[in-house]
């Protein structure tokens, strides 16, 4: 298939020039995700935007003339935009205008795989696209043809808001009820009291790397943005023999849209039921550090900030260790394609369960040493001595505070 010939728009701010540089390189690789080719990036400063168009009179005319003279096919604005503003846009500009938003739902629509993510994405969409309906003229007769244009259910957008809505009820009913599965399977695992680690960060940092390294996941990976977009649980077992459940979730990024974070609630939520967080980060990115602060952000606004987190910083390979300084603690360096980095994380696992989950020292008798086993399975055992003197195992581990009625505090040493 033909790419179609791209031209970005970016406007720096006084709200915006901290992060604009980077936000612009983002946009390009996000072009590139959906199959499109930049071919001119525009960029104008302005202390606020313009109501009406964004960018000044001057610019647009500009604009203009490059669509005209570079054959564009698409144009898109690096800056969430009103129904206002996009009706106006289109019809000075004569092609297809999208802005951030429909860009990165348009590459979710490419990715998703599952029902569930399909469906959150086509919410997604119809929530965006909803109020954007009137006077899109010809960009609407374009639908499924192209970048901002695919997705589940969109060849079914009609100007008839009512069917749209019709459309919307159905999806979130069919939601509702993959919720309802999701949670009863979040259930069985808490009742057998595996300790659940959760994958976070921003897109493109090695979330999946890291689960196929830890994990036999053989999910999907590749260098570019929202790689994996459907969570992946697996089991991944410690060198202690503490076996925990690792999950991958859908890649974080500044300006998320907030119908995405909306529709993908019921997905989301599957962090805040984690014991520990793995907090990914690419250490060689330029903006690193504008990463870390868009996930830390994301994580206060999803109530996740209560959880212990473990940063594991990837991608040492491409970096002078010498000029690298760690932001976030606790933390462990490691390239995720490198056999080691499995060693690494798991120490680094071991040390925030031993500082943020309870201790216990527990005697067994002989004809109790069947619990050992177990004990390995669903805590941390660190020490494990038998005193023949006594008959009797010493075991001393560290567990999450939901599961301490597993261990049966009756026979601990004092």
Do not use: C
Request: glycine fraction near 6%; charge should be negative; proline fraction near 3%.
């Amino acid at each position: 298939m033909k790419e179609e010939r791209v031209l970005i728009i970016g406007v720096e701010t006084e709200e915006n020039y901290r992060t604009f540089d980077s936000s612009l390189a983002e946009m390009n690789q996000l072009v590139q995700a959906a199959h499109g080719e930049v071919v001119d990036i525009l960029q104008q400063k302005r202390p606020v935007v313009n109501r009406q168009t964004i960018v000044g009179k001057g610019k647009l005319a500009e604009i203009a003339l490059a669509v005209d003279a570079q054959e564009i096919d698409v144009v898109i604005f690096n800056h969430e935009l009103t129904p206002r503003q996009h009706q106006t846009l289109s019809d000075r500009l004569g092609v297809l205008v999208i802005d951030r938003v429909q860009l990165i739902l348009d590459i979710f629509a490419l990715r998703a795989r599952s029902k569930e993510g399909k469906l959150q994405v086509e919410l997604a969409q119809l929530n965006y696209l909803l109020p954007r309906l009137v006077g899109q003229g010809a960009a609407m007769s374009r639908l499924g043809a192209g970048i901002g244009t695919r997705g589940p259910g969109e060849t079914k957008l009609e100007t008839d808001r009512r069917h749209i809505r019709n459309r919307m009820t159905k999806v979130k009913r069919e939601l509702k009820e993959l919720a309802a599965h999701r949670e009863r399977t979040r259930e069985k695992r808490r009742q057998s009291h595996q300790i659940q680690v959760g994958l976070i960060g921003y897109t493109n940092a090695g979330k999946s790397t890291l689960l196929n390294r830890l994990t036999d996941a053989k999910t999907f990976e590749k260098d570019q943005l929202f790689a994996t977009l459907d969570p992946l649980t697996k089991k991944w077992r410690l060198p202690e023999g503490l076996m925990v459940t690792l999950t991958d979730t859908v890649g974080f990024m500044q300006d998320l849209p907030t119908q995405l974070i909306d529709a993908f609630h019921s997905t989301l939520e599957e962090s805040r039921e984690m014991d520990l967080l793995l907090h990914v980060v690419d250490a060689s990115a330029e903006d690193r550090q504008i990463q870390e602060k868009t996930v830390v952000n994301l994580m206060k606004e999803l109530d996740l900030a209560h959880i212990p987190v473990l940063t594991v910083y990837n991608k040492a390979d491409k970096l002078d260790l010498a000029q690298f300084v760690p932001t976030l603690f606790p933390n462990v360096l490691v390239s995720a394609r490198d056999e080691s980095s499995t060693v690494q994380v798991a120490r680094g696992v071991k040390q925030v369960i031993m500082e943020q989950f309870e201790p216990y020292a527990l005697n067994l008798t002989d004809q109790e040493a069947y619990r050992i086993a177990l004990l390995e399975r669903q805590t941390l055992v660190v020490a494990k001595e038998y005193d023949e003197t006594l008959g009797q195992y010493q075991i001393k581990g560290f567990v999450a505070p939901e599961n301490r009625s597993d261990v049966s505090y009756s026979d601990m040493e004092s």
